[in-house]
């Protein structure tokens, strides 16, 4: 009963650790129009997963995190800019609209998105860029954690 009960409080400790140390990443990552909520449960979530150990680890798991907010961020950027390309309206459709009376329509055609586009291919660039350093550092932590469960184990 004792044993459970000690079990329970170190986990509590833990979870508290854990949210103190995301609210301090959102404080320097979630910009305006994020939400911190959001972004407090997704790092919880994460280091719940990973369960970092060492401060080496909780460091290498706040990397982790951070580029794959951003990610997130790029992401949605993309599906932005993506949607704003497929609203646009000829100058014919907008004449055709004024003519009818219909206020701004939105046209929704994927012949329409460019994906040539300098800023949808520098997003691109940056989400492959992350990508990779998130693989990275997910390799790092792996490596690092079993090197603290040998040295524990010895």
């Known amino acids: 009963m004792s044993l459970e009960r000690n079990k329970r409080s170190v986990e509590q400790i833990r979870a508290s650790k854990m949210e103190d140390l995301s ?6 990552i979630v910009i305006k129009g994020e939400k911190h909520e959001d972004f ?5 979530n994460i280091l719940m997963e990973l369960g970092p150990q060492t401060k080496i680890e909780e460091n290498l798991c706040v990397n982790y995190i951070i580029f794959h907010w951003k990610l997130k961020r790029l992401f ?3 599906r932005n800019i993506l949607n704003k390309q497929s609203e646009t309206l000829t100058p014919q459709q907008e004449t055709e609209n ?3 009376g219909l206020r ?4 929704r055609t994927i012949a329409k998105i460019d994906m040539t586009d300098p800023i949808v291919i520098n997003l691109n660039r940056q989400q492959l ?3 990779k350093r998130i693989s990275k550092t ?3 932590l792996r490596e690092e954690q079993k090197r603290s469960t040998v040295t524990a184990e010895v």
Request: aromatic fraction near 8%.
């Open 104 to 107: 701004y329509r939105r046209v």
């Open 23 to 28: 609210c301090r990443i959102a404080r320097e």
């Open 40 to 44: 407090i449960k997704f790092s919880m």
């Open 98 to 100: 004024m003519l009818r």
């Open 76 to 78: 949605e950027n993309e």
């Open 129 to 131: 860029e992350l990508e």
């Open 138 to 140: 997910l390799n790092r």
